[in-house]
């Protein structure tokens, strides 16, 4: 570490300092306002005729970004969360010493407290005029002369910190991210939702077809899994009588990366006992529209070269129908085994044989019609084989209750009528069970205390997960999953030491996500 020629250097500035008197990494310090604030309290002097004023004493600190020194006196940039601002200081100002060891060992990248009053230059710039400077921490490493927000897409992600002092609207996105939740979390406390926390390590993978990330309990001397998805526990909860609870927290897949998909990602999910799916999907509308009202985005969103429109109540469509209209697909071949498999075939879709039809109906509808999904749409009744917690319907029990959100071609939601038949519930962890002994590795395993709840009586009960990463891709209008989360997943660098047989493609196609 540090032995590049520009960081040595660096070290040697931070060492004048300290042979100086004057510590490069002080604390204690305190600032009266942000930049923001200062610009908003001072604006009067723009307007006033002196165009300063001198009786005011205030103290930022900031970044410093630029830095142009002129022989006695200096104009410098600072930056901080809210905005940057103008500095000037001189000789005068400082004292000739101070102002000789700022000159030499003041550099772009150091954080500095200041204390001055307002002005504005002659050019018109609203400045701040100094009177006391202060080295707040010395930076060692030089940040990069022409960086524009990082080029390089790979160094942005690793070091999203770089990225987030280069480009003030990387912090902005991620305020608007934080906002996005804030709305979501209030939405449903005011609906009469109550927050709760469920564990993160589970005894048992379960609550979505996926693949677990496994660690080891030292104390207990046992295996636990990162949890896929809090759904089980939640409805433990519903069990147990609360009737509208929902968590927004982490879930964890071990699977491959693309645009869409990271193996850690936030979620919200929320069951509502005594309502059905389709409350879940006037409510899922509801909510989008209160987003997009309230970050002032209009009813139609420019998302990926596409218009999504959101000012026509979200179309309602079911699985079957969807692959007939936008697949193009014959009725009759979408329920022949023998008919998809050769269709898959002739698409160079790879696929296995004995899979139902229900799974095979799903490889239809993430070749032939996911993508076609711009505007909002609700894909209802699914195949029950891949639905394994969803509830039958009473009028043909292939079909589970069963509904999953598409904007802008991707899945946003998923919900469903719960099942609370815990003879069924067995009957289908079973079967699951079954095929994961069949080489099924994302299939769900037997939780037999989630049945033993089902059997104390769980009331007719709605649930629902929004993947809240994918939302804020959609109102953020990025492209990339890594965009919005702040530290994304990433392949290891060559000096770092990958684990024998780990998944690093990162563009591999994950396998569509089933609860």
């Known amino acids: 570490m540090f032995n590049s020629t520009l960081e040595q250097q660096k070290i040697a500035k931070a060492n004048e300092f300290r042979q100086a008197g004057i510590s490069p990494y002080p604390h204690f310090l305190s600032k009266d306002l942000s930049i923001a604030e200062f610009r908003a309290k001072y604006a009067y002097v723009k307007d006033s005729d002196t165009k300063r004023d001198e009786s005011v004493s205030v103290s930022l600190a900031g970044r410093l970004k630029l830095l142009r020194v002129a022989g006695k006196s200096t104009f410098a940039n600072i930056e901080d969360e809210s905005g940057a601002l103008q500095i000037y200081f001189n000789k005068d100002g400082l004292g000739d010493e101070f102002y000789t060891l700022l000159k030499k060992n003041l550099e772009v990248g150091d954080i500095v407290l200041v204390r001055g009053y307002p002005f504005v230059t002659n050019t018109g710039e609203f400045s701040l005029h100094l009177s006391e400077l202060k080295l707040a921490a010395k930076a060692i490493t030089p940040l990069p002369e022409k960086f524009h927000g990082l080029s390089d897409i790979e160094t942005r992600y690793r070091k999203r910190y770089l990225d987030m002092i280069m480009n003030s609207e990387i912090r902005r996105d991620f305020a608007l991210r934080s906002r996005i939740v804030r709305l979501i979390r209030d939405f449903f406390e005011q609906k009469g939702f109550l927050e709760v926390e469920t564990p993160m390590m ?154 139902d039809l229900g799974h095979l109906q799903a490889e239809l509808f993430d070749t032939f019609v996911e993508s076609k999904l711009v505007n909002p749409t609700f894909i209802t009744d699914f195949p029950v084989s891949i639905s394994p917690l969803s509830r039958r319907s009473d009028e043909n029990p292939q079909i589970a209750e069963r509904f999953e959100l598409f904007v802008a071609g991707k899945e946003l939601a998923n919900g469903f009528n719960e099942l609370n038949d815990p003879q069924d519930q067995f009957e289908r962890f079973q079967k699951q069970v079954e095929a994961k002994k069949a080489g099924d590795e994302e299939a769900c395993e037997m939780d037999e205390d989630f049945v033993s709840a089902l059997s104390y009586a769980m009331p007719p009960t709605a649930g629902e997960g929004i993947g809240i990463d994918r939302l804020a891709m959609l109102l953020l209008g990025k492209k990339s999953i890594r965009d919005v989360i702040l530290f994304p997943a990433m392949r290891p660098l060559k000096s770092e030491n990958a684990p024998q047989g780990a998944n690093l493609n990162e563009n591999s196609s994950k396998t569509k996500e089933k609860r």
């Open 202 to 355: 589970h005894p048992i993978a379960g609550g979505a077809n996926a693949k677990p990330f496994i660690t080891h309990h030292n104390a207990l001397g046992v295996e636990r899994f990162l949890r896929i998805a809090p759904e089980l526990y939640l409805k433990r909860l519903v069990v147990g009588g609360f009737e509208a609870v929902f968590e927004i927290n982490r879930c964890f897949r071990n699977e491959g990366m693309d645009l869409t998909h990271n193996p850690e990602f936030t979620t919200i999910e929320f069951y509502w006992a005594y309502h059905n799916y389709k409350d879940l999907m006037d409510l899922s509308e509801e909510l989008l529209r209160m987003l997009l009202r309230e970050l002032n985005l209009g009813e139609k969103l420019e998302f990926d070269e596409k218009i999504i429109d959101f000012s026509k109540p979200f179309e309602r469509i079911s699985y079957k129908n969807a692959l007939i209209k936008y697949g193009n697909l014959d009725e009759n071949l979408i329920n022949d085994k023998a008919q998809i498999l050769k269709k898959l075939k002739d698409e160079g879709v790879e696929v296995k044989e004995s899979l």
